[in-house]
């Protein structure tokens, strides 16, 4: 293809030399370090980072390689398609012990914890509870519950308890983006694990990774690894539209969830498990240090070498800029957005900048977005504009997210939840679900949680949503639907990142489960300084 390359190896001792070298001297690079490689790999990442920040295209963007390669890109998939809703992250050690004794008791028993950044099944264990189970259906397991652990790296196991294999767990929580993931086992394991190969949106191949059966030495075989004895077919993905077609519908929304990425990442993987009901269930991501079979490899370095090519001198290059579009402030008083533009600036080194709208700013407010900045952030309580005003600002966005800016909190979100109607129709996308997680006790008082985009945060007093995590999830995850969004008359934006950046909902205990009481306008951010870099 007539296009220099080099391989570096990567030291923190030659960082700098390595920056100044990729910088003066590439138009892209390629990464494939695996996780756990590097003692630590803080520096690796920054490193990345100012490189991109330098005007090096990265294949694949640091940020999408912990997006897409960290198995906590579960959790903030909830609620599409393939998704689990009873996935979780936690980040502390309380959250773990209470998350895991639960998820136990709710799942007859056993469940599948990964260590968030990981490979080739290190730190991913199925637990299964060997002794009796609580009493009362439904009462999480204690920590003194005997259960055996087996490691999907080699099916190495060991019979504890669990208050001394989440002490070992624990070691997970350690550091910048650290946490375990709590997942469903799923039996149909045995039937294998479809691996999807990816080169950027191309389905390349589908490997058929069957575990070893059962055994006197591992009677818990559940893992596909090379390391655990998995075999291993390479299939067509013609064989597999049914899997494949319904996944690659949902791509654009994906890559929203996990980061909004110009291009997804260069080589990656998708894996997925039958369900009970035969359905697909995705069940891990991997883009990091993606291997290809060793037969596949000579066909496939060309068609690799074209894509990387392609996406050096296709891909566009960010502004690094977000514009918010708010009403225009008292006179006297900053925009009620600078908290967060402040936090843009200090966290991550993007610009951003308020324009106040008004109906006959559009084709000036278009021509300033369309050249300066990547996304909108639309910050516009309801009321706060005449009728004909508002349908000048929709009209706008969306002509905007039509020429491919991205869209977050779309400017008729507010209005939607706080329509009266959108309780009960929010209830009605819960189903049965809300149901699910923790019990509340009924007649207990109304509890209202301040949210960020559709992801709880805390509570109306600031303080932390520890003990209602659970009972919150099933709520959390209907807002990630579609089926929501469509009943909330916010359907049409597809791909947005539909919901305000902070606004509240009201829930009060009803019936064993947190009922749905209402819904409030956007608090500001001076009243919750600690969510200014969530948000951001």
Not at 55 to 65: D, E, K, M, R, S
């Amino acid at each position: 293809r007539e296009w220099n390359c080099e391989v570096l190896l990567y030291s923190e001792e030659e960082r700098e030399s390595i920056f100044r070298h990729v910088v003066e001297s590439a138009d892209a690079f390629i990464t494939r370090v695996q996780p756990g490689v590097l003692a630590e790999d803080t520096g690796f990442y920054d490193m990345l980072g100012d490189l991109v920040d330098a005007g090096v295209i990265g294949l694949t963007h640091p940020g999408a390689i912990r997006g897409y390669g960290s198995k906590d890109a579960l959790v903030k998939l909830s609620g599409l398609p393939f998704t689990m809703p009873d996935t979780a992250a936690y980040r502390t050690r309380a959250e773990l012990v209470e998350g895991v004794c639960a998820s136990l008791a709710s799942s007859g028993g056993q469940r599948v914890l990964k260590q968030n950044r990981g490979s080739d099944g290190a730190g991913v264990f199925r637990v299964v509870c060997t002794g009796e189970a609580p009493a009362d259906a439904g009462t999480p397991y204690s920590l003194d519950a005997a259960v055996r652990v087996t490691e999907a790296k080699d099916h190495a196991s060991e019979e504890t308890t669990l208050g001394a294999f989440l002490d070992k767990c624990a070691a997970y929580l350690t550091g910048p983006g650290c946490a375990v993931v709590d997942q469903r086992f799923l039996p149909r394991i045995q039937d294998g694990e479809l691996k999807l190969l990816m080169m950027n949106r191309t389905p390349v191949h589908v490997a058929r990774k069957t575990p070893p059966a059962a055994s006197d030495a591992c009677v818990d075989a559940f893992s596909a690894t090379k390391g655990a004895g998995a075999g291993t077919t390479l299939e067509s993905p013609a064989n597999h539209a049914d899997l494949i077609d319904p996944f690659l519908a949902i791509l654009p929304r994906v890559n929203m969830r996990l980061g909004a990425f110009a291009a997804l990442p260069l080589l990656w993987t998708a894996d997925f498990i039958l369900s009970e009901d035969g359905g697909y269930v995705l069940s891990e991501m991997n883009c990091n240090c993606v291997s290809i079979e060793e037969e596949r490899l000579e066909t496939l370095a060309g068609t690799l070498a074209d894509e990387a090519i392609a996406l050096t001198t296709e891909q566009k290059v960010l502004k690094k800029c977000v514009v918010f579009i708010e009403p225009a402030p008292e006179p006297g008083s900053p925009p009620e957005s600078m908290h967060i533009i402040k936090a843009l600036r200090k966290l991550s080194g993007w610009d951003a900048d308020v324009v106040s709208f008004a109906a006959d700013k559009v084709d000036s407010i278009r021509a300033h977005v369309e050249e300066s900045a990547d996304a909108v952030v639309c910050r516009v309580p309801p009321g706060a504009l005449s009728p004909e005003a508002h349908a000048a600002l929709l009209a706008l966005v969306q002509e905007l997210a039509a020429s491919g800016i991205v869209v977050v909190a779309a400017p008729d979100a507010s209005a939607a939840l706080c329509n009266p109607a959108s309780v009960e129709r929010i209830a009605g996308a819960l189903g049965a679900s809300s149901a699910d997680g923790e019990r509340a006790e009924d007649g207990g008082e109304e509890l209202e949680v301040v949210m960020v985009g559709s992801e709880p945060a805390c509570l109306a007093d600031g303080s932390a949503l520890t003990a209602h995590v659970a009972a919150l999830k099933p709520f959390a995850a209907a807002l990630g639907e579609e089926e929501t969004a469509a009943a909330l008359g916010l359907g049409h934006w597809h791909d947005a990142a539909v919901y305000p950046l902070l606004w509240s909902a009201t829930f009060k205990p009803e019936q064993g489960r947190l009922a749905l009481v209402r819904i409030s306008k956007e608090p500001v951010f001076s009243s919750y300084p600690h969510l200014v870099p969530r948000a951001a």
